[in-house]
C-alpha cells in the first residue's frame, strides 16, 4: 500500500532571506513518486495590532503585485544520490519555470491547482482570500490568522520531478538542495471601499448601510475583527468589527448592520462612514519550519539498469550597461538539444522584454544561421521555433499566448494584457560529439537594450 512520509528539513527553522539553504535527505528505504511529492515552507503573516486586526492579504515578488507561480522563489536547486552523483544542478531555475508555466499551463490548470498556490481562488467579483486567513464577511465568527504551506511540487522545480519511480535502493539515499528567494516575498493588504450608513442607536455601537448588498453579496466591504475608521460628525474613532449581518426585514431590508467592538456616541440616523484607511503597521513574514512530504509506493517496479533524463545547465550573462545591438557567442554542450534565453525581470521574476526592448534576434550555430532571415518578436516565425523549442523539451503546450499574468486582485486578466508578453529566445540544436558554438545576435529598438541574460540549456544525462 502507498503511503506519505513526512520529515523535517536538516536545517532548523526559522528560514530568513540569509537564512535560505534547505536540505532534504530522501532515505534509501523506499521507492518514491516524485511527480507526488512536494515541499512545504511554512509561513505566517502578520501585522501590528493582529490580536483584533486580520488584514487580507496577497503576496508580492519583489514589492510587484503580479501573479507569479510558487516555484519563483526557488533560485538554485541541487540534486545528488549518493551512489550516483549529482543528478541535477538547476541554477536561476525559478524565472524559468515561472515564464514556461505561461505556455505548458492555461487558466483552469491555474485555478485548480490554487490549493497549494500563494494565490487562493477568486471569486466572480475578483475578490481573493489569502491561504493566510480565514475570513468570514457575514456573521460574527471572528477572521482568524493562519499558519500556512507555501508548496514547492517537486515536478515544478526539478526535470526529474516528474518520475514515478525513484529507487533510492539502487540510487542510495538522495538529497534535494534549495536556494529561495525569501527576502523578495512581501504581502500586501486588501483595501475596501468606503461604505456609507447611518447610526442604528444612540451611542450604540452598529452602523447600517446606505446601500443594498443583499442581492451581491461579493461586493461586501470589510469583514470580521477588522480595526477601521468610523467618521462622524463629532469626529473620527478606531474601532474592530465584530459582526456583519445583512437585515432581512423592514425599511433597510437588504442593508448591511455593521457591529463594533465598543459603543460610538451619536445619535440615531447620523451619518457615519466605515473606512480602511487606518494605519495597520507594518507587515511581517516569517518562515518557522519546512519539511518534505514524499510518496512512497507500496508496490514499485524493478529498478531499471539505466536511467536518461534531460536537465538544465545555465550561463548567466550580466554588464553594468544596456548593450543595443547584442552580440556574443556561447559554448553548448554535446548532449544539449534545446536551449533557451531568458531576459528577466522585476528581481527574477519572470522573462519578458519589458526592459530590453528586443526588436528581432538570430541564432548562428557552428557559423550556420539556424534561420534565414533575422526573428521578430511575436510573429508567425518567432512562435514556430518556440513552439519547436518546447516540443522538443517533451512539454506538453497548453497556451500559446505570450501575455503574462497581471493584476494580482483579478481572476480574467492573465491573457488580456499583453504589455509585459513573456519572452523565450530559443531553438532545439542536434546532438553532437564535440561541443557546439552558439552565436547570439540580439537587436533592441534603440531605447533600451540587454544587461542581463540567461541561457538554459536543456541536455540529456543518464546515469
Same mark, same amino acid.
Given at each position: 500500500?502507498?503511503?506519505?512520509?513526512?520529515?523535517?528539513?536538516?536545517?532548523?527553522?526559522?528560514?530568513?532571506?540569509?537564512q535560505n539553504? &534547505?536540505?532534504f535527505?530522501?532515505p534509501?528505504?523506499?521507492?518514491?513518486?516524485?511527480?507526488k511529492?512536494?515541499?512545504?515552507?511554512?509561513?505566517?503573516? #502578520?501585522?501590528?495590532?493582529?490580536?483584533?486586526?486580520v488584514?487580507?492579504?496577497?503576496p508580492?515578488?519583489?514589492?510587484?503585485?503580479?501573479?507569479?507561480?510558487?516555484?519563483?522563489?526557488?533560485? @538554485?536547486?541541487?540534486?545528488?544520490? !549518493?551512489?550516483?552523483?549529482?543528478?541535477?544542478?538547476?541554477?536561476e531555475?525559478?524565472?524559468?519555470?515561472n515564464t514556461?508555466?505561461?505556455?505548458?499551463s492555461?487558466?483552469?490548470?491555474d485555478?485548480?491547482?490554487?490549493?497549494?498556490?500563494?494565490?487562493?481562488?477568486? *471569486?466572480?467579483?475578483?475578490?481573493?482570500? *489569502?491561504?493566510?486567513?480565514? &475570513?468570514?464577511?457575514?456573521?460574527?465568527?471572528?477572521?482568524?490568522?493562519?499558519?500556512?504551506?507555501?508548496?514547492?511540487?517537486?515536478?515544478?522545480?526539478?526535470?526529474?520531478?516528474?518520475?514515478?519511480?525513484?529507487?533510492?535502493?539502487?540510487?542510495?539515499?538522495?538529497?534535494?538542495?534549495?536556494?529561495?528567494?525569501?527576502?523578495?516575498?512581501?504581502?500586501?493588504?486588501?483595501k475596501?471601499d468606503?461604505?456609507?450608513?447611518t447610526?442604528?442607536?444612540?451611542?450604540g455601537?452598529?452602523?447600517?448601510? @446606505?446601500?443594498?448588498?443583499?442581492?451581491?453579496?461579493?461586493?461586501?466591504?470589510?469583514? #470580521?475583527?477588522?480595526?477601521?475608521?468610523?467618521v462622524r460628525?463629532?469626529? #473620527?474613532?478606531?474601532?474592530?468589527?465584530?459582526?456583519?449581518?445583512?437585515?432581512?426585514?423592514?425599511?433597510?431590508?437588504?442593508k448591511?448592520?455593521?457591529?463594533?467592538?465598543?459603543?460610538?456616541?451619536?445619535?440615531?440616523?447620523?451619518?457615519?462612514?466605515?473606512k480602511?484607511n487606518?494605519?495597520?503597521?507594518?507587515?511581517?513574514v516569517?518562515?518557522? *519550519?519546512?519539511?518534505?512530504? $514524499?510518496?512512497?509506493?507500496?508496490?514499485?517496479?524493478?529498478?531499471?539498469?539505466?536511467?536518461?533524463?534531460l536537465?538544465?545547465?545555465?550561463?548567466?550573462?550580466?554588464?553594468? #550597461?544596456? &548593450?543595443?545591438?547584442?552580440?556574443?557567442?556561447f559554448?553548448?554542450?554535446?548532449?544539449?538539444?534545446?536551449?533557451?534565453?531568458?531576459?528577466?525581470?522585476?528581481?527574477? !521574476?519572470?522573462?519578458?522584454?519589458?526592459?530590453?526592448?528586443?526588436?528581432?534576434?538570430?541564432?548562428?550555430?557552428?557559423?550556420?544561421?539556424l534561420?534565414?532571415?533575422?526573428?521578430?518578436?511575436?510573429?508567425p516565425?518567432?512562435?514556430?521555433?518556440?513552439?519547436?523549442?518546447?516540443l522538443?523539451?517533451?512539454?506538453?503546450?497548453?497556451?500559446?499566448?505570450?501575455?503574462?499574468?497581471?493584476?494580482?486582485?483579478?481572476a480574467?486578466?492573465?491573457?488580456?494584457?499583453?504589455?509585459?508578453?513573456?519572452?523565450?529566445?530559443?531553438?532545439?540544436?542536434?546532438?553532437?560529439?564535440?561541443?557546439?558554438? $552558439?552565436?547570439?545576435? &540580439?537587436?533592441?529598438?534603440?531605447?533600451?537594450?540587454?544587461?542581463?541574460?540567461?541561457?538554459?540549456?536543456?541536455?540529456?544525462?543518464?546515469?
Amino acid at each position: 500500500m502507498d503511503r506519505l512520509i513526512k520529515l523535517p528539513s536538516r536545517q532548523a527553522g526559522p528560514f530568513t532571506a540569509q537564512q535560505n539553504l &534547505i536540505d532534504f535527505d530522501l532515505p534509501d528505504t523506499d521507492v518514491y513518486d516524485l511527480s507526488k511529492s512536494f515541499i512545504n515552507v511554512m509561513c505566517s503573516v #502578520t501585522t501590528e495590532f493582529s490580536s483584533d486586526n486580520v488584514i487580507n492579504v496577497h503576496p508580492t515578488y519583489a514589492s510587484n503585485v503580479n501573479p507569479f507561480h510558487n516555484v519563483t522563489l526557488v533560485r @538554485d536547486a541541487t540534486m545528488s544520490a !549518493r551512489r550516483a552523483g549529482k543528478i541535477e544542478d538547476l541554477r536561476e531555475i525559478g524565472v524559468l519555470r515561472n515564464t514556461l508555466k505561461n505556455y505548458t499551463s492555461n487558466k483552469n490548470m491555474d485555478e485548480s491547482s490554487m490549493y497549494g498556490s500563494l494565490y487562493s481562488q477568486q *471569486s466572480i467579483a475578483g475578490n481573493r482570500y *489569502s491561504p493566510a486567513r480565514r &475570513i468570514y464577511k457575514l456573521g460574527d465568527q471572528l477572521s482568524e490568522n493562519l499558519e500556512f504551506p507555501i508548496q514547492f511540487k517537486l515536478s515544478d522545480i526539478y526535470e526529474t520531478g516528474s518520475l514515478r519511480e525513484w529507487h533510492t535502493p539502487k540510487w542510495g539515499q538522495t538529497r534535494l538542495h534549495l536556494e529561495l528567494r525569501l527576502g523578495q516575498l512581501g504581502f500586501v493588504h486588501d483595501k475596501y471601499d468606503d461604505v456609507a450608513g447611518t447610526f442604528e442607536t444612540t451611542d450604540g455601537n452598529t452602523v447600517i448601510s @446606505d446601500n443594498v448588498f443583499a442581492n451581491d453579496p461579493e461586493k461586501i466591504q470589510g469583514h #470580521t475583527n477588522l480595526r477601521v475608521s468610523v467618521v462622524r460628525a463629532a469626529g #473620527t474613532v478606531i474601532r474592530v468589527i465584530t459582526k456583519i449581518e445583512v437585515i432581512d426585514s423592514g425599511v433597510n431590508k437588504g442593508k448591511l448592520k455593521y457591529t463594533f467592538n465598543s459603543t460610538i456616541t451619536g445619535a440615531v440616523g447620523d451619518a457615519a462612514t466605515i473606512k480602511d484607511n487606518v494605519n495597520y503597521g507594518t507587515v511581517s513574514v516569517s518562515y518557522p *519550519s519546512a519539511e518534505i512530504v $514524499l510518496h512512497a509506493l507500496g508496490k514499485p517496479g524493478p529498478a531499471p539498469d539505466r536511467l536518461q533524463y534531460l536537465t538544465y545547465t545555465t550561463e548567466e550573462f550580466a554588464t553594468a #550597461t544596456q &548593450i543595443v545591438n547584442f552580440q556574443r557567442m556561447f559554448e553548448l554542450e554535446p548532449n544539449c538539444m534545446n536551449f533557451m534565453c531568458l531576459t528577466p525581470v522585476d528581481n527574477n !521574476r519572470i522573462g519578458n522584454n519589458s526592459e530590453a526592448k528586443i526588436d528581432s534576434y538570430r541564432f548562428s550555430l557552428n557559423n550556420k544561421d539556424l534561420t534565414d532571415r533575422d526573428i521578430t518578436l511575436f510573429t508567425p516565425l518567432y512562435h514556430d521555433r518556440l513552439s519547436m523549442t518546447l516540443l522538443n523539451s517533451q512539454y506538453d503546450i497548453e497556451s500559446i499566448n505570450d501575455g503574462s499574468p497581471a493584476n494580482s486582485h483579478r481572476a480574467n486578466t492573465k491573457y488580456t494584457t499583453l504589455e509585459d508578453r513573456t519572452t523565450i529566445l530559443g531553438n532545439p540544436v542536434p546532438l553532437t560529439q564535440q561541443p557546439k558554438l $552558439l552565436q547570439i545576435n &540580439i537587436d533592441c529598438d534603440g531605447t533600451a537594450g540587454v544587461d542581463t541574460l540567461n541561457i538554459y540549456k536543456q541536455v540529456v544525462k543518464s546515469i
